[in-house]
């Protein structure tokens, strides 16, 4: 498996006791159960959520699976993976989700062109390029080359040689530009033109795409209930915050006790925590859930 697959994956620290919505603290409480979630509070999620214009390009739900051989191997709790590397259409991941809300939103708005970026080998960016094609838009794949130095090999292969394949316009800027005025300014040159531009932020994380990830949240935990899984913490990568920040939104609008830890992929823990925090309390807004059921913690 690659390493990209991996940080898509979701992983479960589970214990494999009981069964449905129970427990508290996962560190002091050790050997009890887990509430995994209110049932009142699912239904109310569901029905927010359905409001949302939604595409549905990923292939859902993406499997649970029960990695017993590690967990023996580890000797600690019993742990699954949410496998959202499976998500498909054009390599899959979490950001698929995500651009099934936000793309909804710009075919809603009438947009003829999808602005968006990335780092040179985003998996965001490629996921982009693929449903613009799927969707009949024009892509446009601002890329960041993030590292120090130009190598051709970095520029051109992999992520960026699909990015072409799929139809998109690349263009490649180097390490501290500032893609968020590039991709304004590109706007512009494309309104010239008569073009109906619509710019989504880097991984698609913004109200939408963490609304993706509050829906994804309600998958697990329905997804632990039913294999009667008493999950106590679910670890998932966090970058630019919309999965995280999703994942919390649900988890807290539900009631859930299960904990939630992100491994951060660029920025320093309080920075990322902030990041989280903010984007969390503008989904839970946007979705219609009160500020007060979302905390820091
Ligand atoms: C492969 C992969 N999975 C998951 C994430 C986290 O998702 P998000 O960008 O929504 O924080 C990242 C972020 O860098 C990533 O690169």
Do not use: W
Not at 158 to 186: I, P, Q, R
Request: positive net charge; glycine residues 8%.
């Amino acid at each position: 498996m690659q390493k990209t697959q991996l940080l898509f994956l979701l992983a479960f620290i589970a214990q494999l006791y009981s069964q449905v919505p129970v427990q508290a603290n996962p560190q002091s409480d050790k050997g009890k159960n887990v509430r995994l979630y209110d049932p009142l509070k699912m239904d109310k999620l569901k029905a927010k959520l359905k409001k949302f214009p939604n595409l549905q390009l990923a292939d859902l739900p993406t499997p649970m699976i029960h990695l017993a051989n590690l967990s023996q191997h580890l000797g600690g709790p019993q742990i699954y993976l949410k496998s959202d590397n499976l998500t498909g259409h054009g390599g899959g991941g979490n950001k698929l989700r995500k651009l099934s809300y936000v793309m909804a939103d710009a075919l809603e708005k009438g947009a003829t062109d999808i602005i968006t970026t990335g780092a040179t080998q985003s998996n965001h960016s490629r996921m982009t390029a693929s449903q613009c094609a799927r969707l009949s838009l024009k892509c446009h794949l601002v890329l960041e080359n993030r590292r120090a130095n130009y190598e051709p090999k970095h520029i051109n292969s992999g992520n960026v040689f699909l990015d072409k394949l799929f139809g998109a316009s690349v263009y490649h800027f180097k390490k501290g530009t500032d893609t968020k005025k590039e991709m304004e300014l590109l706007a512009e040159e494309l309104k010239k033109q008569g073009k109906v531009p619509y710019i989504i932020p880097g991984g698609a994380s913004n109200e939408l795409g963490a609304a993706a990830y509050a829906e994804a949240a309600m998958e697990i935990l329905e997804q632990l209930n039913s294999m009667q899984v008493n999950a106590r913490i679910i670890v998932s990568a966090t970058g630019s915050a919309g999965t995280q920040s999703g994942l919390a939104t649900g988890l807290q609008a539900l009631a859930s006790e299960v904990s939630l830890l992100g491994i951060s992929t660029k920025d320093q823990k309080l920075a990322q925590e902030e990041k989280v925090f903010e984007l969390a309390k503008k989904a839970a807004d946007r979705i219609g859930i009160p500020q007060n059921e979302i905390n820091r913690n």
